[in-house]
Structure formats: structure tokens, C-alpha cells
């Protein structure tokens, strides 16, 4: 076993279990070899190899070996993980080789994404493409671990886009300095960069989750946000024809214009709080360990994405984190709404 957490009891009385477990253990054979040498039915060993292949104890010969010695080093953490994931379809090389064959959209590379970038790059994500349009100031360091001292005043997608390229120069990144300004814009952007993932830490304008939702649901990209409400965290997903989207949620209460005060006291009162909240400034309160669990949290959800080695775990199933409650964290589901202008429930 190679979790200690997996016991797997097996009932074996005439020892043909241990012995076939020593032959896949050698490799080197097919189905019809093992069953000669053990001298049972075809069948009876394709069913026992199913089953260990359904526990992920298997993985195919000839799909590994394939990576050079450099970069078998360079993964070696990473293929060591994926080899709990691996199956006879699948090896851990073939989850490593879908991450350096794909494409990350990074909108913004400040306190979430900074922390987000790093990741992919251990991970070894092939090409990254880095959107921002602000420069590196005193305030980022308590959180933007991207950044030095020296680089105060330079252009934070530019200085991003280098460490990349000193972290890995095996990643292809590209660096755009420039905002999102309008819905057009974005859809813009993933349509001429045609990523596999969009990884977005944006905070304005205040649409922008609903631009960056709208346009990736249309192009069935998968999209990660995470983000803070002074002692909350929150990271969420959408799966593009497959969980609800963010336009199927109900209108954000903060905006007049787009929600009709209900009936409820209690929900009017919610209300009423939240736009005198909203309405004063809010200072960002995402210090460096909030902005560090935030963006690993998103980082592990877009490698759900890429490799499929496990399904995503919060596409329309935003997690919580409680910073004023021992970090815990909680899960709720979002509804699908059959008359979503983006998925229609689809």
C-alpha cells in the first residue's frame, strides 16, 4: 500500500492473490501471461486485475519511463503524488505530461495570484498567460511574495512574467499589462489566448466575476476565484455545462438596482447591513497567510481541472474559511437556475 490510511483485506487461502501481486509487482506481462503462470482462467485474473486497477494499485508499463532523467528530477515530487492517482489508463507521467501541455488564463498577479502562480509553476504548467495592470507598491508585501523590495514601481505582470521565467525557464509565460474594462474585452481575451483554465483574482470592476463567468461558460472554460470579505475566505469554481454558474445565482444584494428587497425581516435586515457595509471603503485585510491558503486552495482546484485526477471539489460548491473561526470551513451548493442567460441550467 502506499497510503497508510488504505487498508485493503483480501481473502486469499491458496496464496494465488499474494502470487499475482508478485508478478504485477515484476511487471513485464499480460493478462493471458499471468494467467499460464499461475494456471488459472483468463477471466478469473482479468477480474482480479480490474479490481486492484478500481483501487488505483495499478498502473501500464509502457506508459511510464517516457520522461528524460532531467525532467523525471524536476517532477519527481509531483509524479510521487500522482502515483496514488495513477490507473492502468492513466499513468502518474501522463497526469504530469497533461499539466506541461497546458494553458492557465492568470487574471491579476496580486495577493491572490501571487501566491496562486508559484504553484502552477512547481506544478509545471506549461504556459501561463499573466494579466495585471498595476505596478509593485509598499503595501504588497504583506502579502505578494512575487515581488522585492527593488522592484517597487515596476509593472507587476512584467516583474511576475520574470520570476516565472527564473523559476522554470521550461514555462512559456506571457506578460499583458492592462486592466479588464468591459465584458467585450474579456471575451476578447479568451477567445484569442484559448486557455484550458482561467484563474481569476480580480477584484474590479464589480462585474467582473460575471464577465469572466459569461465568456468562459460560452468558450467551456473552466474558471477558479478566490477571494476575502474582512474574516472570510472564499475559493469557488465553475464547470462549464456540468455545475451551476455564477450567473445562476441570485443578484448581489449590495446592488439595489438588481435585487428586490423580499418580504422576510430577517432577510431585509441582512440586506439593509450588507449595502451599509459595501458602501463605506474597504481596506484590503488579506494579510500573507490568508492570501497563501487562498491561493493554494485555487491552485489545487485548477489542477483538478487539468489533470482530472480527482473531480473538482468546489465548481458551484463554494468553500468558506472562517479567519475568525480556527479557519474552518464549510461548503454550501449553489442552485442551478434553468433561465440562466449564460448556462440555462445546461
Known amino acids: 500500500m502506499y497510503d497508510l490510511r488504505d487498508q485493503l483485506m483480501v481473502s486469499d487461502p491458496d496464496g494465488h492473490v499474494e502470487k499475482l501481486l508478485a508478478l504485477l509487482h515484476e511487471g513485464g506481462r499480460t493478462v493471458r501471461q499471468l494467467a499460464d503462470e499461475l494456471s488459472l482462467p483468463v477471466q478469473d485474473v482479468l477480474g482480479a486485475v480490474e479490481s486492484f486497477d478500481a483501487e488505483r494499485l495499478l498502473e501500464d508499463g509502457e506508459r511510464l519511463g517516457r520522461l528524460d532523467a532531467t525532467e523525471a528530477e524536476r517532477y519527481f515530487s509531483n509524479l510521487a503524488f500522482f502515483e ?171 446592488e439595489p438596482e438588481g435585487h428586490a428587497d423580499p418580504d422576510e425581516p430577517a432577510l431585509n435586515a441582512e440586506i439593509a447591513a450588507a449595502r451599509l457595509f459595501f458602501g463605506r471603503p474597504q481596506p484590503n485585510r488579506g494579510i500573507g497567510p490568508v492570501a497563501g491558503l487562498l491561493g493554494a486552495l485555487g491552485a489545487f482546484e485548477v489542477l483538478r481541472y487539468l489533470t482530472g485526477f480527482e473531480p473538482p471539489a468546489y465548481a458551484g460548491r463554494p468553500l468558506t474559511i472562517d479567519f475568525a473561526g480556527a479557519c474552518a470551513m464549510s461548503q454550501a451548493e449553489w442552485s442551478r437556475n434553468p433561465e440562466c442567460v449564460n448556462c440555462g441550467g445546461s
Open 84 to 254: 496514488s492517482f495513477g490507473t492502468l489508463a492513466r499513468s502518474r507521467e501522463d497526469l504530469q505530461r497533461r499539466l506541461s501541455e497546458s494553458h492557465v488564463l492568470v487574471l491579476g498577479t496580486g495577493g491572490l495570484n501571487s501566491n496562486t502562480i508559484p504553484h502552477l509553476s512547481g506544478l509545471g504548467v506549461g504556459r501561463m498567460t499573466l494579466v495585471d495592470r498595476d505596478t509593485v507598491d509598499v503595501r504588497n508585501f504583506a502579502r505578494q511574495y512575487l515581488y522585492r523590495w527593488e522592484d517597487l514601481g515596476a509593472r507587476k505582470v512584467e516583474r511576475a512574467a520574470a520570476w516565472v521565467r527564473s523559476f522554470d525557464p521550461a514555462i512559456e509565460v506571457q506578460a499583458i499589462d492592462t486592466g479588464i474594462e468591459s465584458a467585450e474585452q474579456l471575451a476578447e481575451l479568451i477567445d484569442r489566448t484559448r486557455p484550458d483554465v482561467v484563474a481569476s483574482g480580480i477584484d474590479q470592476p464589480k462585474e467582473i466575476d460575471l464577465w469572466v463567468n459569461a465568456a468562459c461558460v460560452r468558450h467551456g472554460v473552466p474558471f477558479v476565484r478566490g477571494g476575502i470579505t474582512v474574516t472570510k475566505g472564499i475559493v469557488w469554481s465553475v464547470a462549464p455545462g456540468v455545475s451551476a454558474c455564477r450567473g445562476c445565482v441570485p443578484a448581489d444584494p449590495t
